[in-house]
């Protein structure tokens, strides 16, 4: 079936990408260009929809809470558990899934049909850590660094639509963001962004390295990694989730 031999030639490209690197200095210099490429260049869509979805959080909240017996409080507490727990992790990385994991895919999937993958082979490099433990790398040190943002961000978009509307009082649902701030569900978010960072580089990776034939294949090969990778991370998700917030 194809997902065995898939999976199968995926787990051979991880081993020839996590072996020992020949020139680290090299290495460090990919990774820190990496992280511009994948990290810097993501910061702007994920501040788009960090805000604009905090704030549709808090006016959907404050529509499904307006009871007077509940406190307008639990509003921006409900809001900043729903961005930390999920939003800023699993939403994030599924957006990035498609702009990072088809970047990704149709870079390597390029140098593949022009023959530049070959070319390293035929020198002696490791083709596949030289591209891709470098993207590795960088995804897994920066989608955190994304999610963090992108919670502040959510946060203040919610902020932002409750003083514009006034649906109610902006104390409150500061008083809420405050209120009972559990540091272990800011770690469970990071360790979930690691592992998304690393699924959508790895996986989009795969699939540009594998690529066959034309640009059109290429352009396939993109399509697939996005897919595969979206459901991979809503995999991810749920055993991520069932490891650590059960108990």
């Given at each position: 079936m194809r997902i065995f031999k898939e999976t199968g030639e995926y787990l051979t490209l991880m081993r020839k990408v996590f072996a020992r690197p020949e020139k680290l200095s090299i290495y460090r210099r990919r990774t820190l260009f990496e992280m511009e490429s994948i990290g810097l260049n993501s910061i702007g869509i994920v501040a788009i929809i960090s805000v604009f979805m905090g704030?549709?959080?808090?006016?959907?909240?404050?529509?499904?809470?307006e009871n007077p017996f509940i406190p307008k409080?639990?509003?921006?507490?409900?809001?900043?558990?729903?961005?930390?727990?999920?939003?800023?992790?699993?939403?994030?990385?599924?957006?990035?899934?498609?702009?990072v994991g088809s970047n990704i895919a149709s870079e390597i999937g390029t140098m593949r049909i022009t023959e530049q993958i070959d070319a390293l082979e035929?020198?002696?490099?490791?083709?596949?850590?030289?591209?891709?433990?470098p993207k590795v790398v960088a995804s897994a040190l920066f989608f955190p660094l994304l999610t963090i943002m992108s919670m502040i961000i959510g946060v203040i978009g919610g902020y932002l639509v409750v003083e514009a509307t006034q649906i109610f009082p902006p104390f409150e649902y500061l008083a809420g963001i405050r209120y009972a701030v559990n540091p272990f569900y800011i770690s469970y978010s990071i360790t979930k962004a690691c592992v998304f960072g690393i699924i959508i580089s790895t996986v989009s990776a795969y699939y540009g390295y594998y690529a066959k034939g034309n640009s059109l294949e290429v352009g396939r090969a993109s399509?697939?990694?996005?897919?595969?990778s979206s459901i991979v991370i809503l995999i991810f998700n749920l055993i991520l989730t069932q490891i650590m917030l059960t108990k």
């Open positions: 704030a549709v959080v808090v006016i959907q909240m404050a529509n499904n809470l409080m639990l509003i921006g507490y409900a809001t900043r558990e729903s961005i930390v727990l999920e939003f800023s992790s699993t939403i994030v990385a599924l957006i990035l899934a498609g702009k035929i020198m002696g490099v490791n083709s596949a850590s030289y591209l891709i433990l399509t697939r990694a996005v897919v595969v």
